[in-house]
């Protein structure tokens, strides 16, 4: 991803999380949990009624990702 779209979605994503709040305490309570062999699913369910879903299966990667997510998010409580 280009670095300026990352400055550019950066905004968006901090009004994201202060209509939704409870989304980081998800992150963050996940973030803990995720190991590797771990299913993540994602499910979205449209104002028309059609859900669409997809899943993944947690390798060492995606931990350090979730790791780095988890320290990002211990910090921002203190």
Do not use: R, W, Y
Request: positive net charge; glycine residues 6%; aromatic residues 8%.
């Amino acid at each position: 991803m280009n670095p300026f779209g990352m400055l550019k979605i950066k905004p968006l994503f901090e009004q994201f999380c202060q209509d939704h709040p409870k989304i980081l305490m998800f992150f963050g309570a996940a973030a803990g949990a995720v190991d590797k062999g771990s299913v993540l699913e994602i499910s979205v369910k449209t104002s028309e009624g059609k859900i669409m879903k997809t899943n993944i299966l947690v390798n060492d990667n995606d931990v350090a990702i979730f790791d780095e997510l988890k320290k990002m998010l211990s910090k921002e409580k203190n």
